[in-house]
């Protein structure tokens, strides 16, 4: 809801009229142009009539805004946001690239990954530790044990890290080792763990759930911007569909249409929106077309031998050819753009 005061507002009423919005547990976004001020309310406005709001003798005008999320929408924020990551520009016209294996097994393969992924240009590190896996049987996950193993890659190679958080337990080790924490599609809907990673304000990938609308990606994105003040990182991971022939149906549309909703960046994860490695290349490429902010990318040394997703794994080789065309691609969009 947006409320517009009267210019010549006294000040009593207009506090009059904070105090029943903080009695109604809405937060009140206060934005003062040279002639107007507004209210945005952050909340759930729907019990608020606008009779109610016009009562208060301040206010002028009151508007319904649409959109069940706020935050994270454009109306209030029409500018695309951008974040300084551990020396890396996210969104904003940057290209962001997080790349490195399904999950950390030894530190071997990470430390090998990591170089190569490094050496081809990506940004990011990406690499499990915990891992959300559907059968209780598959490998889990080395944990705490990984997040020191993926602390040694970054010790060696200068690459950050980007890793997903199952549990609301371990926020304060992650907030003191992660550069960037994961949010996975599981967990999107978790809104307890997206409460207490937002209160860290350290920047957040927030993966779509599997059959989770935009609208409901954007009120979960809303959940961690309320708690505090997290750069959030839009991540399109594919859904379930009735089609099989892949693992998930990779939701291309969902970047122009978060971009035109929202402000934050937005990445696209093709080895999970697959599924199949020999994917990967070309819905990648597509995503940088569709204007993507970044990826993220599943690499493996020995993807026969992945502990986790190695069908979806590309070999460090392959990820160095995408790399390149990624750089063309873009190189010659812009160039058409100019
Ligand atoms: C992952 O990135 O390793 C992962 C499990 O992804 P998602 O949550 O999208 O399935
Ligand atoms: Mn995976």
């Avoid at 290349?281 to 940088?288: S, T």
Wanted: proline letters at 5%; a negative charge.
């Amino acid at each position: 809801m947006i409320i517009v005061l009267k210019q010549d507002a006294a000040e009593e009423q207009v506090i009059a009229l904070k105090d029943t919005m903080s009695d109604r547990r809405l937060s009140i976004q206060d934005i003062r142009g040279e002639s107007t001020r507004i209210f945005g309310l952050v909340g759930d406005t729907s019990g608020i009539s606008e009779d109610s709001v016009m009562r208060h003798e301040c206010v002028e005008r009151v508007m319904k805004v649409s959109e069940p999320y706020k935050l994270a929408g454009r109306r209030f924020h029409p500018l695309d946001s951008s974040y300084e990551i551990a020396g890396r520009t996210v969104g904003g016209g940057a290209f962001t690239v997080m790349a490195g294996p399904c999950s950390v097994e030894t530190e071997e393969q990470v430390l090998s990954i990591a170089r190569d992924v490094k050496h081809s240009g990506a940004d990011f590190m990406r690499g499990g530790a915990f891992k959300p896996r559907s059968s209780p049987y598959s490998f889990q996950g080395l944990g705490l044990d990984g997040l020191e193993l993926l602390k040694t890659a970054r010790e060696k190679t200068g690459l950050p890290i980007v890793t997903e958080i199952m549990s609301p337990e371990y926020v304060e080790i992650f907030r003191d080792d992660v550069d960037i924490i994961q949010i996975g599609a599981r967990n999107m809907q978790n809104f307890s763990l997206l409460t207490e990673v937002g209160k860290l304000g350290k920047p957040v990938l927030l993966k779509r759930g599997p059959s989770c609308t935009l609208d409901e990606m954007l009120m979960a994105a809303d959940y961690i911007l309320m708690s505090g003040d997290s750069p959030v990182i839009l991540c399109e991971r594919g859904i379930r569909t009735f089609e099989t022939a892949t693992r998930n149906t990779l939701d291309l549309s969902a970047i122009p249409v978060l971009k035109k909703k929202s402000h934050l960046p937005v990445i696209v994860d093709p080895s999970h929106g697959t599924g199949y490695w020999d994917l990967v290349y070309p819905m990648a490429l597509a995503a940088v077309a569709a204007g993507a902010d970044g990826l993220m990318i599943e690499v493996h040394n020995r993807p026969d031998k992945a502990l986790c997703d190695g069908q979806q794994s590309i070999t460090p080789f392959l990820f160095d050819k995408l790399m390149r065309k990624v750089n063309r691609l873009r190189a010659t969009l812009a160039e058409n753009d100019a």
